[in-house]
């Protein structure tokens, strides 16, 4: 019987991972950099880790959950963000007694029930950081700089930075009895989904795709024009760190980001290469989401980046191809009988850093030959018996056809010395 991967899965095959494992690394770097540093959470939680947070109104609860009952009857969810996990991390394990802020940096798969498409999958991965206990606008400024860089760093161009602030409390009760007075008397132009959450959450109709909704809420009341004197200054703040680092932003009054948490700032960048899932990553400030857990009242910004379309996009700039993927040494052996001593010389290469391979297919010297060109060996060392019984090896340079005679006791040393200095 022959099995598919789940719909909206795909299997990362070697040349993608390697890809994937460049873009980690980078960040890692990049995060050490910022003061970030890693954690690692469960892949599934409580179901109501996700439903208090995210919000019961948005599309990833009401739609896209992956959620199941164990063995003992324990509702869980396998985890369709990382913000959430992190935080619920941050109050299980006392981590507000640590100084302040934390700032944390994930990387793995999520998952979300969604109609699969180009860039749009049922498990993705994320790459993101929260940084957690300061209300700093510094921070948001951080948090969104952090993220452009990465993509600089990574040879990106052509990205446009939107921004946003959804305000706080003192904001929002104003705001949403104007939003859903609005929302009320366009009822009628509005899906069925969007009419429920006229009452559940009128903030949750910016997200629907639904062309007739759009239009509605492109003319709606804006969060922005409600904001209270604190929650404006901090906005402005946040625009003027920006300015400062020369940053292009656009203020788009719209960007509410499909999460219930999200207070004050909220961003997003979007990549010219993506087609319609063009939001390579996204974040927000979330002051309120620590309480949510059962903490005392912590603010907290952060964002998440979608490796799949991040690596979609960096394919489409050519700047892969940096990536020095090729294996050094391919070890040819002319006859079976000096196996043994090309095994030998195999690990003393390893052992010395160099990454080197051998046949294991039983295949003639000239089909060695032929694998080792297709695999990408930059050098193929021959032994055979001759060879051992001179003491002499001979090396060919796969690009060059070029070849040399060394001295087996020195093959050790001399391939180092060729392959540090990439001759
Ligand atoms: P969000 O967690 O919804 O704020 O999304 C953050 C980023 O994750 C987005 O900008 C996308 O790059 C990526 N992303 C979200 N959902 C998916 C998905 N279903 N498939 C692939 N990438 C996704």
Redesign the pocket.
């Given at each position: 019987m022959r099995y598919n991967a789940p719909k909206g899965t795909t299997d990362i095959l070697p040349d993608t991972a390697r890809k994937w494992q460049y873009l980690e690394s980078k960040a890692a770097n990049m995060f050490k950099n910022y003061g970030y540093e890693p954690i690692i959470t469960p892949i599934f939680e409580h179901t109501e880790v996700f439903t208090r947070s995210i919000g019961i109104s948005t599309d990833i609860v009401q739609k896209e959950m992956y959620t199941f009952k164990d063995k003992a009857g324990r509702s869980l969810t396998l985890r369709p963000?990382g913000t959430a996990p992190v935080i619920r991390a941050y109050v299980n394990n006392n981590m507000q007694q640590l100084p302040q802020p934390v700032k944390l940096y994930y990387m793995g798969p999520m998952f979300?029930y969604?109609r699969p498409q180009a860039?749009?999958?049922r498990q993705?991965w994320?790459i993101g950081v929260e940084a957690i206990g300061s209300d700093d606008p510094a921070l948001d400024a951080e948090s969104i700089l952090l993220m452009i860089n990465y993509f600089k760093s990574l040879g990106l161009k052509g990205l446009t930075l939107y921004i946003n602030s959804m305000g706080c409390d003192k904001d929002r009760p104003k705001y949403m009895e104007l939003l859903r007075e609005y929302a009320e008397a366009n009822r009628k132009r509005l899906c069925k989904d969007c009419q429920k959450r006229i009452d559940l959450n009128p903030l949750r109709l910016f997200d629907c795709k639904d062309e007739s909704c759009q239009l509605v809420m492109k003319d709606a009341p804006k969060l922005l024009n409600y904001l209270e004197v604190d929650c404006r200054k901090h906005f402005n703040m946040v625009k003027r760190y920006l300015e400062m680092q020369k940053i292009e932003y656009i203020v788009k009054p719209e960007l509410v980001?499909?999460l219930d948490y999200y207070t004050k700032t909220t961003f997003e960048v979007i990549s010219p290469f993506l087609g319609a899932q063009n939001?390579?990553?996204?974040g927000g400030r979330y002051d309120k989401l620590v309480e949510e857990f059962g903490g005392s009242p912590t603010p907290g910004i952060g964002f998440?980046?979608?490796t799949?379309?991040l690596a979609i996009a960096v394919e489409k700039e050519g700047a892969f191809d940096s990536i020095e993927d090729r294996m050094d040494v391919f070890i040819a052996v002319a006859d079976q009988s000096a196996k043994p001593n090309a095994i030998d010389i195999l690990y003393a290469l390893r052992e010395a850093g160099i990454s080197a391979d051998i046949d294991y297919m039983g295949r003639s010297l000239k089909a060695q030959l032929k694998y080792a060109n297709r695999r990408g060996f930059k050098y193929t060392v021959f032994i055979g018996p001759e060879e051992l019984e001179k003491k002499r090896v001979a090396v060919r340079n796969m690009e060059t056809g070029e070849q040399i005679e060394i001295n087996i006791d020195e093959l050790i040393k001399v391939m180092r010395d060729i392959v540090m200095e990439r001759f």
């Open positions: 963000e979300r969604e860039g749009r999958y993705f994320q980001r499909g939001a390579i990553g996204g998440a980046i979608g799949e379309r």
